[in-house]
């Protein structure tokens, strides 16, 4: 079955600092990979998304992720954290092509991220 | 906005009682997913269905039941309610509801049962 670990519930960086939250994931084969960020009241929305090819996915709002195979990782990062970057963020994967997943996705527990001025 | 579209964004109930949350996907996907996320049990896939029909089955009780309509939206019922059903409950659609395709959330539905 797959899973996702995120082992940072909660981590505090500086306004202008680099950030990197950890994801490792189990799954039998290459599968997609996923960033979602939660902001206080609202819904999921996607950062980026990793399905084959460039292992360095560039996202939405400065992001970035980079997917290792060797490491079953997939770590965000940003080089300059904004104080609007403060809000709950989930790694998830779902099934390779071909694969009977259909679509849906296996969360993480989440990773808060709290930016001090 | 994500395109999806849930009702109500907030409700309180009784144990025991019964509710419909309402979910209409964005426009041109045919796939429908449901999840619950509460603060034990993290984001928690219950249920997709794609066109009309059920294509997977998650961590979903036998209290709760779903379907998709021809419209394709789709409504999540939730019976014999209890304090640990109290969550956000997500939808989210795709376009195919095939690995890959990109799943987008709506806001959620806060349930509260007292």
């Known amino acids: 079955a797959q899973s996702v670990t995120q082992p940072d519930i909660h981590i505090t960086v500086s306004e202008g600092a680099s950030l990197e939250l950890r994801c490792n994931y189990s799954?039998?084969?290459?599968?997609?990979l996923f960033w979602y960020v939660q902001s206080p009241g609202q819904g999921l929305q996607l950062l980026l998304k990793y399905f084959s090819g460039d292992t360095l996915v560039q996202g939405i709002k400065g992001f970035e992720a980079e997917f290792k195979r060797s490491q079953s990782s997939f770590n965000l990062r940003k080089p300059s954290v904004h104080w609007s970057d403060a809000a709950e963020y989930f790694c998830a994967v779902g099934g390779s092509a071909g694969g009977t997943s259909y679509g849906k996705l296996t969360f993480g527990q989440g990773t808060i991220l709290t930016v001090h001025p | 906005d994500s395109g999806v579209t849930q009702t109500p964004k907030h409700l309180i109930t009784a144990t025991g009682q019964r509710v419909t949350l309402r979910c209409s996907p964005r426009?041109?996907?045919?796939?429908v997913y449901w999840y619950q996320q509460s603060l034990d049990q993290g984001l928690q896939f219950l249920i997709q269905y794609y066109n009309g029909e059920e294509r997977a089955k998650g961590n979903i009780l036998e209290r709760f039941s779903a379907q998709q309509f021809p419209d394709l939206h789709s409504e999540l019922n939730l019976s014999s309610l209890e304090l640990g059903d109290s969550a956000l409950y997500f939808c989210a659609s795709s376009e195919q509801g095939l690995s890959g395709n990109t799943i987008y959330f709506g806001e959620g539905s806060w349930l509260t049962v007292v």
């Open positions: 799954y039998g084969a290459t599968p997609y």
């Open positions: 426009s041109g996907d045919l796939s």
